[in-house]
Structures are given as C-alpha cells and as structure tokens.
C-alpha cells in the first residue's frame, strides 16, 4: 500500500486539529472516547457521593449529612451511576469498538452519534446544575410518586430528575437506532449474522431493546411534569389518577434497563474471555441466542419490583416465573465461560482477572436475585439493604468489573500503549475485596431488617459492627478504582508502545493500527470466518484496490443476514450542527423546568432551524471518481 | 469448525465498486425505527389512559366524546395519507410536478386537521378539562401530543416541498418524500387508533 493512499484517505477522514475542528468532529473513534471519559467522570462523581453516603452510615446517629441532603446524595448517586455512568461508558466503548469490529469507516449516522453524545453531555450538566442550586432530586433513582408529586416534593429537585432524563433518553433512543443500522447495514463484505462477534449481539439486542423501553420512561417522565407544574391528575388518586400506574411506566423502562446496562458487558467478557483462553468460545450459537433471548424475555419481568404493592396472584406468579427464567439464559452464558477456558488455555493477565472476578460477581449477584424473585421473600427483604446489596453485586461485579476489563483489553487499541499488569492485578484485588466488603455484609444488614434510603440509625440495632465494614470496604473499593486511574493516566504517557494486535485476539478491531488511523483500514476487510485474525484467509488482498474507496468518505452498505456488499455508504462530512442541536435540545428542557415558556418556543424554532439545516442537500460537485 | 470457503462466491465478485450503488435507505430504516420508538410511546400513554380507569367507571361520570369532529377529522387525515401515497408514486415516476401538487394537498389537508382540532377542543374544554380528572389528563395528553405530531410531520412536509431535489443523491437527504411520508402515515396511523380507542368505542359504551 502506497503512502500517496493513506494521505488521501487521511485527508478525506482526518478533522482538524483546531478548536472548531474538535467539536464538529463525528469521527466514531473521537466520539467514543469522549463517551468514555465522560462517563468515568460520572463514575468519579458517584463515587465521591456514595462515599459521603458511608462517611455517614459508618457510625450510628452520625450528623455529618442533614436527612435532607442524605435523600439528595443518595439520589443523585443512583442516577448518576445508573443513567449517567453504566449505559454510557458501554455507549462509548461501543461507539469506539462497533465500527472497528464490522470494518466499517464511521457508524450508520455519524453525525446523528455526535448529537448523542453531546445531548448526553448536556443533559448530565442539566442535572449537576441542581445541586448547585441546593434542590437536587430527592426521591431515589425510580422516584416513586405520591412522594415526588408537587405537594410532597416542592422546589426544582423532581423537575431537574425528568427534563434531565428526558434528554438523556433522546440521547440514548438515538444512539439506539445508529447502532441498530450500524450492526445491520455496515458490516464488512462476508461478516454474515452468524460470524459476527459477539459483542455485536449484545450490543444489537439492547439497541432494539431501548427503542422500545425508553419510550415507557418518556411517558412516566412526561405525565409526572405534567402533574407537578401543569395540574394534571395522572398520579393523583383524589382525582381518579394511580400511583401504581408510575411503578408500571417506570419498571417497564427499568427492568429493561437492567439489561441494557448488563449485556453489552457479557458481551465484552464474550471477546475478552475466548481470547485469554485462545480458542474460540464454546457455544457461540447458545451464547448468542441466550443473548437476544435475554432482552426478549426482559420485557415480561418488570412487576418483580412491585411484589410489595398488592398485585392479583396470577400476574405475580406469572412475573416471578419470567424472573426465575431470565436466569437460565444468564447461566448459558456463565457455562459458556466456563467451558471455555476449561478446554482452553487460560492465560491470566488482568483483562482476565477483572473477566473472572466479574463471573464469580455475576454468580452471587445473580442467586441473591434469584432470591428476590421468590415472592415470599422478596416481601420479607423488600427495600431492605439485602436488595441494595443485589443491585450492588449486579451493576458493580457484572457492569464496572467488565468496564475494567475492557479498559485493560482495548487501552492498547485506544491510545496505542499497554495499561501496566502488575498495577492491573493490584487494582483488580483491591477492588474485589473491597466489592465483597462492601457488598456481601449488606445482605445481612437488609436480613437483619435494615431499610434503605435511611440517613441513620440507633445504636442499639445491632448493627453498627457491619456498617462500619460496609464503610471502610467502600473506601477499599475507592482506592482500588483509584489504582486503576493512577494506572490510566500512567501508561497513557509512559506505558510499553502496542502494536496492531498484542493480545493476539481473533476480532477485525486488532488489524487496525493502535491507535486506529480516522479512516480504520486503508483496505476495508472482508470477513470468511467467526475469527478473521485467526483463520487464514484472503483479507489483505486487495491488488487492485477495489476495497480502499478513496473516491469519498465511503464505507460498504451489506444485507443485513448474509453481509454481501451491495453498495455504498456516503458518509458525511464534520460539522457544528449536532452540538447546535443538543445545545437547543439542552435549552428546550432546562427553561421547562422553570416554565419559561417563551424561552422553550425559541429553542424549539431554533432545533427545528438546525434540523431543517442538517438535512438541506449539497450540490458542490460530488459525482463519484 | 466446520471448514468454510474463503473464496468469494461468484455473486459477489462482480459487485464491486464502481458498480456498486449509493446506499439511499439508510435514512429510511433510522424512520422506521424512530416511528417504533415513537409508537411505543404512544403505547405506553394509551396504557395510562386503561390503566387510571381500573377500578372507577368513568362513563358514570363523563359523557362519551362526541364523533362529529373526530371523525371528520379521520376522513382529512385518511385523505391526505392517500394523496401523500399517490405522490410518493408519481416521485418513483419523475412526475415531479405532480408529486408536489400531492404535497401540497397533504400540506393543506393536515392544516385542515388542525382547524379541526382547534374546533373540537374549543368544544370539548367546556366539559371536560386536563385538570378535571385523570380521565381529561390522558386524553388530553394523548390528543395534544397526537397535535404536537402532525405539526412536526407538516412542518416536515413543507421542508420536502422546499427541497429542491428528490432523486437519490450522494449526500442526505436520500428519499426525503419517502422518508417523510412514512412519517405522516404512521401519524395519520396513530389518529386511526385515537378515535377508535378515545372516541368511538366509549360512544359504543354507553349504547350497550
């Protein structure tokens, strides 16, 4: 390949390195980064407030947090860790990784990805503007009304909580849909449904999955502002509303949503396991279909959080069967796992070691919630620290622990160095421990009776002692997140130069330069086989250079089954346009949640002027070479 | 494994660039999907308009909307959904002239719709309110919100009427009347719901 190649490719995809050129970049790979930092900066952010949570627990009758500001912290934790940390950083890596993964050159909507990524960076700025105003949610993350109603919850806190989300939700049903076409559309010439990585399922599946659930979290949102500022009664039981019908709107988003922030994980230790076993991974039909089942049957699940409110007995039987049966799916893949480094030959490096710690997390996570799908003792644990401990195990072992992995696995491919291993394998049991410490001690905290969501207790409870374990496990788990950062910020400078592929992994992403050019591949792949780096075949001929379309930015259309190329895809050139319309998406919530009704108006005049902009045709001459 | 052939299968050698064509449709499957995600909110608000009258006969209280702008309502939009269909046809032609005269009997159409609206909710507040009950809440929400759509999908039809060129191009919009004219029918689609589930099945109610 000539150099004369790659600098006109280069000068096709590259975006300036100027002020302007960084934010109208819809560069994938650019975006997908952001996303990440982004996210870990949430991380950071939660982080700091649950430890303020445990600063406060540690001892009983502690006075360190007002009741008051106890129910802001606790708020803005949850919904800072669950919407605006676990899907992200999976968004981010996904957006960095997918078209890497399909040989593609930018995902379906590239500008479309932009807008996403900055509608959900703003929407998180929409909420941390709360606290600054002293008035931040308080109602935990599902927000349960009577209680976040206007006369139990006055002030701007609950209406940060559904104009924030509302936008994170455009933000995330967006990048919903590109990943969708992405995966369906932009996948190299042969890459047919049955070879493609598995991450792509995971990812797929709750794509689809979160166009069909955010809609529910939408609605909740939406009725919940109009009965607060615009005297509906939807919630209102005096006037013929149902406090339940918010607990339906809200778990009908939210058990999805447990899903959506967990598969796409499996899906990563679905790449990073079968590599560190070297051999392909065992099982790949079942761990697909168990995938794709997975968010399936995850829709008929929803009511297991609303064993406590009365519904009839068919419905809960029904709901706890579902419950217990969406763990059959999760245990194919864990056998999978299993099987696949029993046949193998594990190599233990600590993209491993975080993929091992998190399936022996999921497994614990995954009883203590089999647990709670038994109707009577979920009634006996209901709001107790026993279910805070579940959701802990399952979002922090099967969401963070795989993110970790995933960090140590493709740093060398996102910033061209290797994360330091004995640092990793530090990292990785500081963690762990101080996951268990934290965790494991809160389900006998919740069997013992402690609810959630208290600011403090008395001493004679009985249960000082194991607070304070749960506290200084807490600060564990802290500081062995902080080794990794150390580790981050380290080997970004200073960590051993990668090459193309340093794991010696099977999927396309490891044949692209680390870090990858902006335009991927000069020769776009073809794929014959589930693992195209580790089976021969005729990838890099391409003598006449039919793969390379440097005529434009230009990647290949293929069906959606069977990957055959049938034509191609322009893509668009950098532009202003999305962080426009995020900033007016931006301004349309926030003045909503003041009510300033005319400074709504213009916003919205100005987001369809923009729309109206993004799609207006070119007609500079653009006939293909 | 089962050894797979690593040559590529005749059907596919000779679809190469340049043979190959721009891809158009991508735009159309983002509409589809954003049409799912939008019908499902739909979904959801119908579900809380069921779900508050569990437990409480509404009919005791409230009279059955009435069908004399509704269905009128209906008609407009069914017509203007045919019409938008005939023009989408004559673009596939290169009738031009003739597809944009459909757009603007769409356009005129869905302006009618809104006339309509505003006469029926003049109408329908002296009885019932948002404020009333949750009963008036979800219907209103649900009506109004069904407004807020076809003012988006006209204002939609007038950017495809002030767009100079409709022929797959190489940059968007690709098929801008098609995509947009998916759009209107799912929009007329939910009004078809709306007045069977909001209008005329209380209306049969209270005959039986």
Not at chain 1, 238 to 248: C, D, M, R, S
Not at chain 1, 304 to 312: D, P
């Amino acid at each position: 390949m000539s150099t004369a190649v790659q600098q006109r490719l280069l000068d096709l995809w590259e975006s300036p390195k100027t002020l302007y050129g960084e934010l109208s970049t819809v560069d994938h790979k650019k975006i997908g980064k952001r996303y990440i930092a982004t996210a870990m900066v949430f991380l950071v952010i939660g982080g700091l407030e649950a430890l303020l949570m445990r600063l406060q627990l540690a001892t009983p009758q502690q006075n360190l947090l007002s009741p008051e500001m106890y129910d802001q912290i606790f708020t803005m934790h949850g919904m800072t860790m669950i919407f605006w940390y676990a899907q992200p950083i999976l968004s981010g890596f996904a957006v960095f990784l997918v078209p890497l993964m399909i040989g593609s050159r930018d995902m379906a909507f590239p500008r479309l990805n932009a807008f996403t990524y900055w509608a959900y960076l703003l929407s998180g700025v929409l909420l941390y503007i709360s606290p600054l105003l002293g008035q931040s949610p308080h109602g935990g993350w599902f927000a349960y009304v009577p209680y976040t109603n206007m006369p139990y919850s006055p002030g701007y806190g609950m209406d940060f909580y559904n104009l924030a989300l509302i936008l994170l939700t455009i933000s995330t049903t967006g990048g919903a849909i590109n990943f969708i076409v992405t995966i369906l559309r932009l996948r190299a010439p042969g890459m047919a449904i049955s070879k493609m990585p598995l991450f792509l399922y995971s990812t797929g599946t709750i794509s689809v999955v979160s166009v069909f659930a955010m809609p529910a979290l939408t609605a909740a949102n939406l009725a919940l502002e109009l009965d607060r500022r615009w005297a509906t009664h939807f919630f209102d039981v005096a006037h013929g509303g149902n406090v339940l019908l918010w607990q339906q709107l809200f778990w009908f988003f939210g058990h999805p949503w447990v899903y959506i922030v967990f598969l796409p994980a499996t899906g990563m230790i679905s790449m990073i396991l079968p590599t560190f076993s070297r051999r392909p991974i065992v099982g790949y039909v079942y761990v697909a279909m168990a995938t794709v089942l997975t968010g399936l049957v995850g829709f008929g699940v929803w009511v297991h959080h609303m064993f406590a409110v009365g519904e009839g007995h068919l419905g809960m039987s029904f709901f706890s069967a579902a419950s217990m049966t969406i763990s059959i799916f999760t245990a194919v893949q864990v056998f999978a796992w299993i099987a696949t480094m029993w046949k193998g030959r594990p190599v233990l490096m600590s993209p491993m070691y975080f993929a091992l710690g998190f399936i022996a997390l999921l497994v614990i996570g995954g009883l203590n919630g089999i647990v709670t799908a038994l109707i009577p003792v979920d009634w006996q644990l209901h709001d107790t620290y026993f279910v805070v401990s579940h959701l802990h195990y399952v979002l922090v072992g099967a969401n963070m622990f795989p993110v970790f992995a995933a960090f140590y696995y493709w740093w060398p491919k996102m910033t061209g160095r290797m994360l330091d291993e004995r640092q990793g394998k530090i990292s990785f049991w500081v963690m762990f421990i101080g996951l268990n410490l934290t965790f494991f001690p809160m389900h006998l905290l919740g069997i013992l009776g402690m609810p959630r969501r208290i600011y403090t207790y008395l001493p004679q409870m009985g249960l000082t002692t194991l607070n304070m374990i749960v506290s200084i496990g807490a600060f564990v788990l802290a500081l062995g997140v902080l080794l990794s950062f150390v580790n981050f910020f380290w080997s970004w400078k200073h960590g051993i130069i990668a090459d193309k592929n340093p794991w010696r992994a099977d999927s396309l992403e490891w044949s692209t330069e680390s870090p990858p050019e902006p335009y991927g591949s000069v020769h776009l792949p073809t794929v014959a086989t589930r693992h195209p780096l580790w089976d021969d075949h005729d990838e890099e001929e391409d003598p006449t250079g039919e793969r390379i379309l440097d005529q434009g930015r230009l990647t290949f259309t293929s069906t959606w089954l069977d990957a055959d190329a049938f034509a191609l895809s322009s893509m668009p050139e950098d532009t202003i346009l999305p962080l426009l319309l995020a900033i007016g998406f931006f301004v349309i919530c926030g003045a909503l949640i003041f009510q300033w009704m005319w400074v709504v108006l213009a916003a919205i005049l100005f987001s369809l002027a923009i729309g109206a902009i993004w799609l207006w045709p070119k007609y500079e001459s653009e006939e293909l070479a | 494994m089962t050894p797979v052939s690593t040559e590529i299968p005749v059907h596919r050698q000779h679809a190469r660039p340049p043979v190959l064509a721009l891809d158009d449709r991508r735009g159309t499957w983002g509409m589809a999907l954003f049409i799912a995600t939008e019908a499902t909110l739909f979904v959801m608000l119908l579900f809380s308009y069921y779900y508050t009258s569990r437990g409480n006969n509404r009919w005791q209280v409230h009279e059955a909307p009435k069908l004399h702008y509704s269905l009128p309502m209906l008609a407009v939009l069914l017509t203007s959904s045919g019409v938008l269909y005939w023009g989408e046809q004559q673009v596939k032609k290169h009738r031009y002239g003739a597809a944009r005269g459909a757009l603007l009997t769409t356009i005129l159409l869905g302006i009618g719709f809104l006339v309509l609206t505003f006469l029926e909710y003049s109408e329908h507040l002296k009885t019932l309110r948002p404020s009333t009950d949750a009963y008036g809440s979800t219907f209103y929400t649900l009506t109004s919100l069904h407004g807020a759509h076809v003012v988006f999908g006209l204002l939609m039809l007038c950017w495809v009427m002030i767009v100079p060129r409709w022929e797959p191009a190489r940059r968007t919009p690709h098929r801008p009347y098609h995509n947009v004219a998916m759009y209107w029918h799912f929009v007329d689609t939910v009004w078809l719901f709306l007045v069977i589930l909001l209008y005329i099945v209380p209306n049969i109610y209270n005959i039986a």
